[in-house]
């Protein structure tokens, strides 16, 4: 791998990754291999939406020092996600917490359709207590008056608590 700096990041993204997990186990082999032989250093990324998540792919991910990040809308993840999504990834969190070599990050995204749950979502989230949060604002399409009005008041909730 004389292409690759001594150091480097691989993320896996797009879709849902996890549907190629045998793939992503053998790239991991592949590079650690080549690592050992050139004595290069690298980190390990993965975006989910954490649907396939298991116990042995989390074992798996902490074993190869993942970052996770993990797309969840908090309380708004049975609407803008599948239904009986939010309660199996809250068992989720707790577990990838467990793990000592994966760093988590939660990525929120609000959507006119869920913006009515920024404010509780936000709180619900924080109070998961992961350190790494981010909260987005889907511009997939257009905002109305009415959705920004909602937007506004929801962000001012957040500045009451």
Do not use: W
Request: aromatic share 10%.
């Amino acid at each position: 791998m004389p292409h690759l700096t001594k150091y480097y990041y691989l993320n896996f993204y797009g879709g849902e990754p996890l549907l190629s997990f045998e793939l992503i186990k053998q790239t991991i082999s592949f590079l650690h291999n080549a690592n050992k032989e050139s004595g290069k250093k690298s980190d390990y990324s993965i975006t989910t939406n954490g649907s396939l998540l298991s116990y042995e792919t989390i074992q798996y991910l902490d074993e190869h020092k993942f970052s996770v990040e993990l797309s969840f809308d908090g309380l708004a993840q049975d609407k803008s996600r599948q239904k009986g999504s939010l309660k199996r990834i809250v068992t989720i969190i707790q577990e990838l917490k467990k793990c000592p070599n994966i760093d988590l990050e939660i990525n929120s995204v609000f959507s006119p359709d869920t913006v009515s749950y920024l404010s509780e979502s936000i709180e619900f989230i924080m109070e998961l207590v992961v350190p790494d949060n981010s909260f987005s604002n889907s511009t997939t399409k257009p905002r109305e008056q009415a959705s920004l009005m909602k937007m506004e008041k929801e962000l001012a909730k957040l500045g009451d608590s």
